[in-house]
């Protein structure tokens, strides 16, 4: 009976009984696969359409089976202007995994992160973000933890809040992107408008 590969990173599980006076060689394979879980890797890329492996989507036994998909941490730079938004295709769609990507490429190219046709993720040049692909299928769907972030108690004690177009308001109030609207929803005076908006808008 031959080995089985774990369905998201192709840890391979020798049969019982098999691999004899070899099998070291598969734990030590399987151990690189490991060390890469907790690991950064800075990946070049040379053009706007790129494919980020997770697995073998038909792994070897007895082989080393690692992949740049492996890294949970990935800086992605280039060598020069691509000239476009960079689509990143996270492959296989059935593997999943999460991920830290840092976007450092030049001239202000984004990144698509895709890994199916249920919804992508972009990762806006010059920042960190992180994402998860569900391993869905031909529908699988990369979400940026960003995007829908809630806390109940979120502090900020340093720097500043930018890029906001609105803010939104618990008791119901319909946010605090106008004068009206901060005066009303935030229950400032006027002469606390400017802070207000300034809060709101970024």
């Known amino acids: 009976m031959p080995s089985?590969?774990?369905t998201n990173f192709a840890i391979?599980?020798?049969a019982t009984g098999e691999q004899s006076g070899t099998w070291g060689t598969t734990t030590n394979y399987n151990f690189d696969i490991f060390d890469r879980?907790?690991?950064?890797?800075?990946?070049t890329l040379s053009s706007t359409s790129?494919?980020?492996t997770i697995r073998p989507s038909s792994p070897s036994q007895g082989s080393s089976n690692v992949e740049d998909g492996m890294f949970r941490a990935i800086k992605y730079v280039d060598g020069g202007?691509?000239?476009g938004t960079v689509t990143l295709t996270v492959g296989p769609n059935t593997s999943a995994a999460f991920f830290l990507f840092q976007n450092a490429l030049s001239g202000g190219r984004d990144i698509t992160v895709t890994q199916g046709s249920g919804g992508n993720a972009t990762i806006v040049n010059g920042q960190t973000a992180i994402v998860y692909c569900d391993g869905a299928g031909a529908g699988a769907v990369v979400y940026?933890?960003?995007d829908n972030l809630a806390m109940s108690n979120a502090k900020i004690t340093g720097g500043s809040v930018t890029g906001i177009t609105d803010l939104a308001v618990a008791d119901g109030g319909t946010g605090a992107s106008t004068v009206s609207g901060a005066q009303t929803n935030l229950q400032v005076d006027p002469a606390g408008t400017a802070v207000a908006l300034a809060i709101a808008l970024g």
């Open 4 to 6: 089985v590969f774990t």
């Open 12 to 14: 391979e599980q020798p």
């Open 37 to 43: 879980l907790a690991g950064f890797k800075s990946v």
């Open 50 to 52: 790129s494919t980020l």
């Open 81 to 83: 202007d691509l000239g």
């Open 144 to 146: 940026s933890l960003g």
